[in-house]
C-alpha cells in the first residue's frame, strides 16, 4: 500500500493509474479505524480496481469547545488494517498542509445541512464539505463511499456532488454494529463501562420503532415519544430525535414505509453519540 502525505504526490499517483485504466474509489475517514470503516473500504472494492483512504482529522468541522484536541489518533495501525483490507493508497495529511494559514473559501451546502447535526453543530457540515471538496479534487475518483451512520452527512454530500456536477458516484454504506446493537463510532472509546451499557438504549430504542412500523404504526409523534421515553431512562439526554423523510430530510408526521428514516443524537455528559435506522 502506498502512503500520500501531500495532495501533489497523491494527485500524481491517481493520475498515473487512470492512465493505466484503473477505476478509482475514495474511502475518507477521521481514522481511528474500526469495522465499520473496513466494510467501507470491502463496498468500495466492488465499484473499482483501487481503493484510497483518507485519515485526516478535520480541524475545520470542529467548533472551539469539540473533541478536535482530545480525537483519538492512530495512524499507524490505522495504516496496517487499511493494507490488510486490500486499500491501494492512504492519505495522511498534515491540517497545514491541506489549508493555508489565510485559507478564506468555504463550500457550504445551505438546505439539508440546516437541521439536526447541521443545527447542533453549526460549522461542521462547512468544514465537512470543503475536505471532501478537496479531497475530491486531489484524487478524482469514480466512487466515493461514506457510512449510513453519518445519515444526515451523506445527504448534504450527495447534495453537494449534485449541485456542484461532481462525476463521482456517491455510495451509501450500512451501518456496522457490535454484537449488542451499539452502532460502531470512534467514540465509542469515550465511553465508560456504565455508559456502553446505557448506551445500548439508542440502538434498543429505534430496533422498538422499527418494529412498531413493521407492525403498523405510522405515527411519527409517537415513535419518537417512545424513543425519547428509553434513552432518557438510561440517562441520555436527546439532541434531536426525529422520523424524517429519507430524501429531503424533512421531519414528517406519517411513516410511508421505504421512504422515511428516524434520525437521533444524544449526549451523555460531555459525549455525543448518533445512530439511525431506515423504516
Not at 225 to 234: K, Q, W
Request: aromatic fraction near 8%; glycine fraction near 6%.
Amino acid at each position: 500500500m502506498e502512503i500520500f502525505k501531500t495532495p501533489e504526490t497523491l494527485h500524481a499517483w491517481c493520475a498515473d493509474q487512470k492512465r493505466q485504466g484503473f477505476k478509482i474509489g475514495l474511502v475518507p475517514t477521521m481514522g481511528n479505524l474500526h469495522e465499520g470503516h473496513m466494510s467501507l473500504i470491502r463496498e468500495a472494492k466492488q465499484y473499482c480496481d483501487k481503493v484510497v483512504v483518507s485519515i485526516f482529522v478535520n480541524p475545520t468541522q470542529f467548533a472551539p469547545n469539540e473533541d478536535y484536541d482530545n480525537y483519538p489518533r492512530t495512524e499507524v495501525v490505522d495504516c496496517e488494517k487499511c493494507e490488510a483490507e486490500g486499500a491501494a493508497a492512504a492519505f495522511l495529511p498534515a491540517p497545514e498542509v491541506l489549508y493555508a494559514t489565510d485559507a478564506s473559501t468555504w463550500v457550504h451546502e445551505t438546505e439539508l445541512e440546516r437541521g439536526y447535526c447541521g443545527a447542533q453543530r453549526p460549522i461542521h457540515f462547512r468544514g465537512v464539505c470543503t475536505v471532501v471538496a478537496k479531497l475530491f479534487n486531489i484524487v478524482q475518483p469514480e466512487i466515493a463511499v461514506f457510512g449510513q451512520k453519518d445519515f444526515q452527512q451523506v445527504a448534504v454530500i450527495s447534495r453537494m456532488v449534485r449541485d456542484l456536477s461532481y462525476p463521482i458516484q456517491i455510495i451509501r454504506a450500512p451501518i456496522v454494529r457490535e454484537a449488542d446493537g451499539l452502532a460502531m463510532s470512534s467514540r465509542n472509546a469515550y465511553l465508560s463501562a456504565e455508559q456502553r451499557v446505557k448506551a445500548l438504549s439508542l440502538s434498543r430504542a429505534l430496533f422498538a420503532a422499527q418494529k412498531s412500523v413493521a407492525e403498523g404504526e405510522r405515527d411519527s409523534h409517537t415513535l419518537e415519544a417512545a424513543i425519547r421515553a428509553e434513552v432518557v431512562a438510561n440517562d441520555w439526554l436527546p439532541d434531536y430525535v426525529n422520523v424524517i423523510d429519507s430524501a429531503t430530510l424533512m421531519p414528517i408526521e406519517k411513516v410511508v414505509p421505504g421512504a422515511s428514516a428516524i434520525l437521533l443524537a444524544c449526549r451523555c455528559g460531555g459525549l455525543r453519540l448518533i445512530d439511525n435506522v431506515l423504516l
